[in-house]
């Protein structure tokens, strides 16, 4: 099918050798690829049950029918695996450049099962694959190991003219359930641990390249539609204000409505928000605006601190979800020290909203005598000393690196600790936006808020954040576009330019499918019904839909809001009818 090579590539860690198989068109037909296509092939390959960080689990790195495309937002890769955090459904998303080079290889996706003896980084082009020894690289940050593989292909793959690099850092060497993969120094497949799995195959980097063109349906169509996308967004105010603030710019949005998570979710606003939002960025560090490629949005702040103790530090971000889990959840009051500890992050490999969570977790726990450990809010360098620990998995850090579960039962605090499955939320509390009570209960990979991306129609007033009735309809549909976005693999910020009938148009041009929205919505509906499948098999129950408990009691003192577990409960009970599940949360047999 145009739009696609028919082709994945399989790699067996275990012995070194790999395989090319064809994909039918039937099945690109009916899940169009990305998501659709890398569940399908986890439910077939993934044996049910698998420990997350054995060898029997699967790693798919996937690209989309538009990658390698000049569509815009198309410079993004999907990466799918049993989640070592959850012990459920991954799927994470990255920008940045490494899509294109994925695209280039020739292939619709990449497959790693079993697990190498020893440390080694996976060259991947159109000629051949390759294993190298990694024994030098193991132990390196991220930053390090892109540029010494970057080094390696320059220096000895005179037809490669650059190269896409994924990798891990100490974190994902060290199994830490919340590791990330990361690319292009600062962006990142940030949630659900995936660079914990591909660190227990002993795999410390994937490097892309390759010449491969990919065929789409009509050349002059897609030529017309990127440029008409391009002029009908030059005046739009959402395009202008991720341009202009980045997605920083929530911090002020969120503390106006008192849903800023602060004080380990204790609160709905920071005291010290003026220091963290973009406008402190903006003024306290040097910040250009920079874009994945294929992408005139270009939210991506690349920011330089400079005054004070970490002047000249240089990273991309950082985005808001940091800003809210150390400078909100951890009350770290400097925007400075939010990069800095975006920096450890990074380089160490780990997750910053998770990292966040569970640095105001321990603070909590020493608070309260739970732990002897000495850490407090506020206090940035006691908290980069836990990251770091974290990472090696040394004191404390040991048993946070095994997630939020695990430290809330080790500690006594499980009625304290705020998750979905193992996933801690983003930067949005559902006391306020009820709608994203409903996101973190039924993502299939925990609280999760990009999903349906809930909180932009409950921002913007096109629903109340309040109303329970009848909100599972309006969320269905905003689940099943943005499905449609990770089949195609598309960035989320694009939402607004993206309607049903642009993707419709996107889908033809690249594909030749006549996609109408009730198809897209079919296919988007078989694919939610896989994801649940493969949960279920995993041993998920509607139980673990819920919420934390304590946001059913817990009232935020700013504005005296709650979610009831009653209209917690109504809501997925909507929404399981909405998608045809049983009132369990079964989809049918087959759909
Ligand atoms: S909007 Fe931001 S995340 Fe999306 S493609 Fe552009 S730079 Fe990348």
Known sequence: MKGFYNQILKINLSDKSHQIEPVADELLERYLGGKGLATHLLLKNNPPGVDPMSPGNHLIFITGPVSGTPIWGSCRYGVYTKSPQTGFYAESYSGGTVADYMAKTGFDAVMLYGASDDPCWIEVSDQDVFFHDAGD?????????????????KENRPDAKKCGVVCIGPAGENGVSFAVIENDYWRSAGRTGV??????????????????????????????????????AKDDAGVQAYKSKGTPMMVDIMSNVGSFPTHYWHKGEAAH???????????????????????FIACGRLSVVKEGRHKGLKIEGPEYETIYAFGGLCEVDSIE?????NDICDRLGIDTISAGNLAAFAIEAARQGKIDYDIDYGQPDKIAGLLKEMAYRQGIGDILSRGIKAAAKEWDMEDQAIHVKGLEPAGYDPRVLKGMGLAYGSSPRGACHLRATFYKPELSKMIDPDQI????????????????????ILCRFYRDLYPWEELATMIKAVTGLDLDRDKMRLIAGNISNATRRF???????????????????????ETQKIITEEEMDRLLKDYYKVRGWDETGVPPATS
């Open 337 to 341: 020290e939010i990069a800095y500890l």
């Open 137 to 153: 690289l193991w132990g390196l940050d991220t930053f390090e190991t892109e540029d010494r593989t970057k080094s390696w292909i």
């Open 535 to 557: 949960n279920i098999r995993e041993g998920l129950t509607s139980e673990d839909d819920k919420l934390p408990k304590r946001f059913y009691k817990e009232v935020l003192p």
């Open 469 to 488: 009735e009848g909100k599972a309809e309006m969320f269905t549909e905003w689940e099943d576009r943005l499905i449609i976005f990770d089949t195609l």
């Open 195 to 232: 660079g914990a799995v591909i660190g227990s195959k002993n795999i410390k980097a994937m490097v892309f390249w390759g010449s491969q063109k990919k065929e789409v349906a009509n050349q002059d169509l897609v030529k017309k539609y990127v440029k008409d996308v391009a002029h009908d």
């Open 273 to 295: 928000k003026e220091k963290i939002n973009a406008d402190a960025l903006h003024e306290r560090l040097d910040v250009t605006p920079n874009a994945c490629l294929k992408c």
